[in-house]
C-alpha cells in the first residue's frame, strides 16, 4: 500500500514539473514528508530538476545530501540529474566534484558534464572534458556529445566581426583587422575510436572542428538528424571557413529552419547581406517556413546590406533604397505571421531602418515597443549614431536617466560618439561620472572612447589626466589619445611617446596619424609617416592609407607623385580613390589623368552616374565640348 501511494506522490511531483511548476513540486515532496512517506531515487529526479529549473542552489545542495545519505547517489540517473542540476545553478565545482566521484559513467554522464560546461561558457573546460573521455575509452560518444564539442570549437573563435561599423565594438572607427584562419596541412589532430590526440593551443579549434566532422562522417552520424549537422554549419561559419560551412549546409539532403537560420546567421556576421538575403529567397523557395529567427536575421543583412553603400560609393541612395524596400517587404511579412510586436524583431527593424537613414521609420517602431529593454533602447540610440543625430542621442539619453533605465557599455559609447559629434563637455563628464558609478571605467575601450571625446570637446586636461592614470596603457588607449590631440597637431610628438612607452604602432593608429596630417595639409609629414610604415615597422598598407594619401596629394595638385603612389599600389584603386582623383582633376585641371580614372571608374561601377558628371565638369571648363557630349 505505501509503494502505491509513494506511486502517486511521484506521479503528482513529475506532473507539477510537466506544467512548469516547479515550486509547487518542492511543495508537494514537504508535504509528502509530513504524511510519513519515504523518497525514492525518482522522487529525486524530479526534486533535482525542479532546482535546476529556478536555480535553487541551496535546496539542490540539501537535497544532494539526503540523496547521499539515503544512499541514492550510487543510482546513475540520479547523480546524472546532480550534475546537470549544479551545472545549470552555475555551481561548476560542485558538478565537477558529483562527476569525479562516479564510479561508472555511460555517455549521458559525460554529456550531461559537458552540458554543464556549456551553460556555463566553460568552452575550454569542454575540450578538455571530451580528450579525457576519449582517453579513456569506455564509452564512445554519441551525437549530442560531438554537438557539445563541435558548438565549442566555434565559440572559441575570435570575434571575426570587429572591424565592422559596430557601436558595441566600437573603437572610435579605430577597429583592427579581421582574423586570417588559415588551415595547416599538417596538423596532427587525429581523433579514432579509442582516443584523442589533440593540442588545440598549436594547431587552431577549427581543425579540431575538422577532425570531429571527419570523425562523425566515419561513424556515420552525420547522416541522422540536424542537430550535428547544424551545428557544424554554424562551426564552420564561426572558425571562418564559410566554404565550407556552405558544403555542409547544401549536402544535406534536407534542410529545416535552423539550418537555414546557421548559414544566414554566418552571412550577417561577415556583412554578407546580399548572400544571406538570396539564402532566405531560396530557404522559402525548399518550402521552408522562415521562424522569428530567421525573419530577424533578414532583416539584419538588410542593414548590411544598406551599409555597403558607404563602402561602395554607388549613386547616392541606390542601395539604401534597394535595402529598405526589402526590409518593407520583411516587415509586412513578420506583421502577418504576428511577430512584429515581439521587441527582437521591433530591434532588428530599428537596426535595419538606421541603417537604411529612415530614422523617422526607426522611431516610429520604437515609440510602438510597450515594454523596452535595455537592447531596444541601445538600438534606437545606434540608429541615431549612425544617421549624425547627435542631439537626439543626448535626448534619449536623458530619457533614459529620467526613467532610470540601466546603461552598458553599448550606452555609454553611443552617448559619448554623441558628445564627439556635437562638442558636447558638460555630457562627456556627466558619462565620465557613470563609467566610475558602474566600474566601467577599468575597462580600456571605453576608457580610449572617453580619452578621444575630452580631446574633441576642447578638454585636453582630462584627456591627459585619463591617459595618464592607465597603468598599462595599450594600443587602443594610445591611439585614441593620438586623435584626442588632432585639433593641436600633436600627433607626431605623441606617437613618439607611445614608443618610448614600447608601444608598436599598428595600421590603425597610423591611419589616424594619416588622418590628422591630411587634415592639416601636411603634405611632407604624411609622406614621412607613410613611408615609416612600411621601412620602419613592416606595416603593409591597405587601400584606405593611400585613400588619405592620394586624396592629400590631389589637394595640394602634386599629380606626380600621385601617379607613382598608383603605379606601386599592390592593388587597383577602388572608388573611394577614383573619387578623390577625379576631385582633384576637376580643382587642377588635369584632363589626361581624369581621363584614365574615368576610364576605370566607368569599368568598375558602369551605372555610377557621379564619374560622368566630375569628368563633364573637367572638359567643359578645358573647352573640350566634343568629348563632354560623348561622355
Request: with cysteine; charged share 20%; aromatic share 8%.
Amino acid at each position: 500500500m505505501k509503494c502505491v501511494t509513494l506511486r502517486s506522490w511521484n506521479a503528482l511531483i513529475s506532473d507539477c514539473l510537466r506544467h512548469g511548476r516547479p515550486l509547487d513540486a518542492l511543495r508537494t515532496y514537504m508535504l509528502m514528508l509530513h504524511a510519513g512517506i519515504d523518497p525514492n531515487p525518482r522522487t529525486f529526479i524530479s526534486l533535482f530538476k525542479a532546482c535546476a529549473d529556478i536555480s535553487d542552489l541551496p535546496r539542490g545542495t540539501e537535497l544532494h545530501r539526503d540523496a547521499q545519505n539515503r544512499g541514492f547517489t550510487s543510482n546513475l540517473f540520479v547523480i546524472n540529474t546532480v550534475i546537470s542540476m549544479y551545472g545549470k545553478c552555475g555551481a561548476i565545482v560542485e558538478a565537477e566534484d558529483a562527476f569525479c566521484a562516479m564510479a561508472d559513467r555511460s555517455v549521458v554522464s559525460w554529456n550531461v558534464m559537458l552540458s554543464a560546461y556549456a551553460e556555463q561558457g566553460c568552452v575550454e573546460k569542454i575540450l578538455r572534458l571530451f580528450r579525457q573521455m576519449q582517453e579513456e575509452g569506455k564509452v564512445s560518444p554519441d551525437e549530442y556529445t560531438l554537438v557539445l564539442v563541435v558548438r565549442a570549437c566555434g565559440a572559441l573563435q575570435p570575434n571575426h566581426n570587429e572591424d565592422n561599423n559596430s557601436v558595441s565594438r566600437n573603437r572610435n572607427n579605430l577597429a583592427g583587422p579581421k582574423v586570417n584562419n588559415s588551415i595547416s596541412s599538417n596538423s596532427k589532430f587525429l581523433v579514432s575510436d579509442n582516443s584523442v590526440y589533440s593540442r588545440p593551443h598549436k594547431i587552431g579549434y577549427l581543425e579540431i572542428g575538422q577532425a570531429i566532422h571527419s570523425y562523425a562522417n566515419r561513424r556515420k552520424l552525420t547522416c541522422g538528424g540536424f542537430l550535428l549537422n547544424n551545428s557544424l554549419v554554424s562551426m564552420y561559419g564561426k572558425c571562418g571557413d564559410i566554404l565550407q560551412a556552405e558544403n555542409v549546409l547544401y549536402m544535406l539532403p534536407r534542410r529545416d529552419v535552423v539550418s537555414w537560420s546557421a548559414i544566414l546567421s554566418i552571412y550577417v556576421e561577415y556583412g554578407e547581406g546580399e548572400k544571406a538575403l538570396i539564402s532566405y529567397v531560396q530557404m522559402q523557395n525548399e518550402g521552408v517556413d522562415p521562424d522569428k529567427v530567421s525573419c530577424i536575421l533578414a532583416l539584419q543583412a538588410c542593414a548590411c546590406l544598406a551599409e555597403k553603400e558607404l563602402i561602395c560609393f554607388v549613386e547616392e541612395g541606390e542601395i539604401k533604397r534597394k535595402s529598405l524596400e526589402i526590409g518593407q517587404a520583411l516587415k509586412s511579412d513578420l506583421t502577418k505571421k504576428g511577430y512584429i510586436s515581439d521587441k527582437r524583431v521591433a530591434t532588428a527593424l530599428i537596426g535595419m531602418y538606421g541603417k537604411c537613414g529612415v530614422i523617422y521609420e526607426a522611431e516610429c517602431v520604437f515609440d510602438e515597443v510597450i515594454h523596452r529593454d535595455l537592447v531596444s533602447w541601445n538600438a534606437m540610440l545606434s540608429a541615431y549614431v549612425e544617421q549624425s543625430e547627435g542631439e537626439k542621442v543626448l535626448l534619449l539619453y536623458r530619457q533614459m536617466h529620467k526613467m532610470n533605465v540601466g546603461m552598458d557599455d553599448v550606452t555609454i559609447i553611443c552617448s559619448l560618439q554623441a558628445c564627439n559629434e556635437i562638442g558636447s563637455l558638460e555630457v562627456c563628464k556627466e558619462l565620465h561620472f557613470v563609467m566610475i558609478s558602474c566600474g566601467s571605467e577599468k575597462f580600456l575601450s571605453l576608457v580610449a572612447t572617453l580619452i578621444h571625446t575630452y580631446g574633441s570637446c576642447g578638454s585636453m586636461l582630462e584627456a591627459n589626466t585619463l591617459h595618464d592614470a592607465l597603468t598599462e596603457p595599450d594600443i587602443v588607449s594610445w591611439t585614441a589619445f593620438i586623435a584626442s590631440h588632432r585639433s593641436k597637431g600633436e600627433d607626431l610628438s605623441i606617437f613618439e611617446e607611445s614608443k618610448i612607452e614600447g608601444i608598436l604602432p599598428d595600421e590603425i593608429m597610423f591611419m589616424s596619424l594619416l588622418t590628422t596630417f591630411s587634415h592639416m595639409g601636411l603634405v611632407t609629414k604624411a609622406l614621412g609617416c607613410f613611408e615609416s610604415m612600411i621601412s620602419d615597422y613592416g606595416i603593409t598598407p591597405k587601400i584606405k592609407h593611400y585613400g588619405i594619401v592620394i586624396d592629400l596629394l590631389g589637394r595640394a595638385g602634386d599629380f606626380k607623385r600621385i601617379v607613382n603612389l598608383l603605379r606601386n599600389m599592390p592593388f587597383q584603386p577602388d572608388l573611394a580613390i577614383l573619387w578623390f582623383l577625379l576631385g582633384a582633376c576637376t580643382t587642377h585641371g588635369n584632363v589626361e589623368l581624369a581621363k584614365q580614372a574615368f576610364d576605370l571608374a566607368v569599368t568598375l561601377e558602369p551605372k555610377q552616374a557621379n564619374a560622368y558628371i566630375f569628368m563633364s565638369n573637367i572638359l567643359i571648363p578645358a573647352g573640350l565640348h566634343d568629348y563632354a557630349e560623348e561622355v
